[in-house]
């Protein structure tokens, strides 16, 4: 039995496969519509989504399988003080696969230590998010044809924002990935980061204005600054608009540069940039259903 915790647990070979897959089951729906039946899917998500639980449930339902699960915390019994490992136990009995979102980090991984059914991490704290990172990454693949070679800006909350760390890890094994981090002083990717980044050699660079680097970039990875992972309400005040990315820094970037983002956005793009055929974050999206139903079909063992 296999889980899902960090976008590492998988090769890169294991990951073509895995877009192979997900690239098959956009072009052949109909193939896939009973892929799962009879299988359950147990979205238990202790903090807030859209995206992650609704794509998870959409490509379960999409495979021919069925979904249960709670959206927040406080309807479930973590409310009375159950335990992650106590409630995976219990999932175990109920479902086939899991999917789960938690605000602590490492928690995905406590439950996958007692659990009968593969767990997949969708998220913990401001630590990993692999199935975002395998939704950024077949969207490259899809939109630019391959994975190495790019020089990609992360922009906006390099510190706690999950995505960032998870995509940082899995572009590390393309050859040619070259980072530029821009971000204020206090959002500043983590040092551990930065460390594994100088063992590799993997060049990179940070920086605090986003309009000096645009022309540099072939994928500028847009994120929101988030208020749920501050201490307190003045430092998310004083730093929630210091990016926004208008049609005028777009004037300022290649033509083929893509603009990805893993969403929800609150000011960081505005929306007059939506229609740039550069936007590539709506798409990216939908991707994220295909590659999770190539995930839920690999974990069970029924992809072919
Ligand atoms: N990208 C992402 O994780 O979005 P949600 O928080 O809506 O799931």
Redesign the pocket.
Known sequence: MRHLMNPLDFSVEELDKLFDLAADIEKNQSKYAHACDGKILATCFY?????????FESAMTRLGGRVIGFADANSSSAAKGESVSDTIRVISCYADICAM?HPKEGAPMVASEKSRIPVIN??DGGHY?PT?TL?DLLTIRNLKGHLDGFTIGLCGDLKFGR?VHSLINALVRYPGTKFVFISPEELRVPDYIIEMLKDKNIPYEEVIRLENVMPKLDLLYMTRVQKERFFNEEDYVRLKDFYVLDAAKMELADKDMLVLH???RVNEISVEVDDDPRAAYFRQ?QY?VYVRMALILTLLGLAS
Do not use: F, I, V
């Not at 903090?47 to 794509?55: A, D, G, K, Q, V």
């Open positions: 903090e807030p989504s859209t995206r992650t639980r609704l794509s979102r969708a998220g998010h975002q939704t995505t893993p969403l929800p999206a994220g």
